[in-house]
Nanobody
Framework: QVQLVESGGGLVQSGGSLRLSCVTS????????LKWYRQGPGTEREVVAS????????TYEDFVEGRFTISRDNAKNTVYLQMNSLKPEDTAVYYC????????WGQGTQVTVSS
């Protein structure tokens, strides 16, 4: 079955960095687009970034453009999110996701940015 397991979250001061990882299994990772989403306190889940199967094209929402970088390692079935210049408003649970017939989610990893 499709499984996604995020890690790398934590507590960081404003301006700091974190690198999230999402290890996947149960599907042909190299063939699928992957996305990172986040859900902050009292907000709806929103897409953050996406990456094409070969990793050649990445897209970002405006609120993370220039600060976050999505990447993937198809040999390790893993997608990453490098987050720099973090702000308190980036505080959220971060999820990786893939659409394999339907959308699958990991359990999420908490990122908290203190001011």
């Amino acid at each position: 079955q499709v499984q996604l397991v995020e890690s790398g979250g934590g507590l960081v001061q404003s301006g700091g960095s974190l690198r999230l990882s999402c290890v996947t299994s149960g599907f042909a990772f190299r063939l699928y687009h992957l996305k990172w989403y986040r859900q902050g306190p009292g907000t709806e889940r929103e897409v953050v970034a996406s990456i094409t199967p070969a990793g050649s094209i990445t897209t970002y929402e405006d609120f993370v453009e220039g600060r976050f970088t999505i990447s993937r390692d198809n040999a390790k079935n893993t997608v990453y999110l490098q987050m720099n210049s973090l702000k308190p408003e980036d505080t959220a649970v971060y999820y990786c996701s893939v659409d394999v017939g339907r959308r699958y989610w990991g359990q999420g990893t908490q990122v908290t940015v203190s001011s």
